[in-house]
């Protein structure tokens, strides 16, 4: 007996439902397989999108505020009253409460000094590379610290260079 002869075999009645309920089972598994797991995957992407368009907005900002620093920064070396790279960073490093820690700068380049301190205080060291990037345009472009005796201690190495 072949699917027509069986299909033939059917009162119409039952024929009707058999087509119905074909009908509704092959909507079902499209919309189960295709149409919901799309419609999911795009309201997904839709929040992604929001996300990254909010994250691209504040990186912008972000942006023209480093722009700004950044210009800062060039105009606190006129502000250095003719201070070469070795003295801010020896004047500096005394102020921010450094003075016991020091023990020496040295010009490493014609624009760069290596400051080594001892026994200095984490956080001074930290506020004190902060203030000499916000206020002068001077960065830390290689740092390295062993832990020393005391709370919050260490024994550092910093090399400052001048854009």
């Known amino acids: 007996m072949t699917a027509r002869d069986w299909w033939n075999s059917r009162e119409p009645r039952e024929r009707r439902m058999l087509a119905i309920g074909g009908t509704l089972a092959a909507v079902m598994l499209v919309w189960g397989l295709a149409w919901n797991p799309l419609s999911r995957a795009r309201a997904d992407l839709r929040v992604r ?8 907005a504040t990186m912008r900002e972000q942006a023209a505020r480093a722009q700004t620093l950044r210009g800062q920064g060039a105009r606190a070396k006129v502000e250095r009253q003719g201070k070469s790279l070795l003295a801010l960073a020896d004047a500096t490093a005394r102020g921010a409460l450094l003075a016991n ?10 624009k760069s000094v290596r400051v080594s301190l001892e026994a200095a205080d984490f956080d001074a060291i930290a506020d004190w590379l902060d203030g000499l990037g916000r206020d002068f345009g001077v ?25």
């Open 101 to 110: 820690a020091l023990k020496r700068v040295e010009p490493t380049g014609p």
């Open 49 to 56: 999108v929001a996300a990254q368009e909010a994250d691209l």
């Open 139 to 163: 960065i830390a472009t290689d740092f390295s610290a062993d832990r020393a005796e005391g709370s919050g201690r260490v024994n550092a190495r910093v090399t400052l260079e001048e854009p």
